[in-house]
Structure formats: structure tokens, C-alpha cells
């Protein structure tokens, strides 16, 4: 006797919820064939993160820069088609990337 035929004993009113179908997850960004570069820098003595090299809308960009800074908890600005995250995150950063799909490549250090 199956479980399902069990709770059909017990419960005989009961009409069984149809399973939801799971949905495939689709990228909620624009993904591209070339890598995104994620390099460190220091500025004014403070270490930063930088990503570069997206080809995709600025809408799609932006989009990640504040998925990032959300995800990381820590500040950081959009300009001229780079991502600058405040703080040396860059494993986090690649891992966050490698798990929404992009190829990521890692410069300097």
C-alpha cells in the first residue's frame, strides 16, 4: 500500500493539489560568450573590486551591479560601463558570477 493510498483511507474528502510543474530557471541577465574581467585595485589607500568587459544593455548591467552590491552588503557605483564593488570580493564575486551563468576571468593577484 503507497502512502498516497494511505492518506486516501484516513482522508477520503480530501481532493489532492495538482504538483506544480517546476519551472526551468532562465538567466536574468544577457549572457555573453567573452569572459567578464574582475580585477582589484587599491585607491586612495582602500582596496576596491572591478568588473568590466559586459557587452550586453546598460539596463542588463546596471541590474547586476545592484544584484552584486545587495548580495555582497557592502557599496559601489556604475560608471562607464564598469562595476566598482568597495572591498577585495573577488572570489565572491566569481562565484556569484560562475552560479548566474557568465564566464568570469580573474586578473592581477
Known amino acids: 500500500m503507497d502512502l498516497k ?12 493539489q495538482e504538483e506544480p510543474e517546476l519551472e526551468s530557471k532562465e538567466p536574468s ?3 555573453q560568450d567573452d569572459p567578464i574581467i574582475c580585477k582589484y ?3 586612495k589607500g582602500k582596496p576596491i573590486t ?10 542588463d548591467f546596471k ?3 545592484k544584484d552584486l552590491k545587495s548580495y555582497l552588503g557592502v557599496g559601489g ?15 565572491k564575486i ?6 548566474n551563468g557568465f564566464s568570469v ?3 592581477g593577484g
Open 41 to 43: 585595485e587599491k585607491r
Open 50 to 59: 572591478i568588473l568590466e568587459g559586459y557587452n550586453g544593455a546598460d539596463s
Open 77 to 91: 557605483s556604475f560608471k562607464n560601463e564598469t562595476i566598482i564593488i568597495q572591498g577585495d570580493y573577488r572570489d
Open 5 to 16: 493510498d494511505q492518506l486516501k483511507n484516513l482522508f477520503p474528502d480530501h481532493v489532492p
Open 94 to 99: 566569481m562565484q556569484f558570477l560562475k552560479e
Open 29 to 31: 541577465y544577457w549572457l
Open 105 to 107: 576571468k580573474r586578473v
Open 63 to 65: 541590474k547586476l551591479a
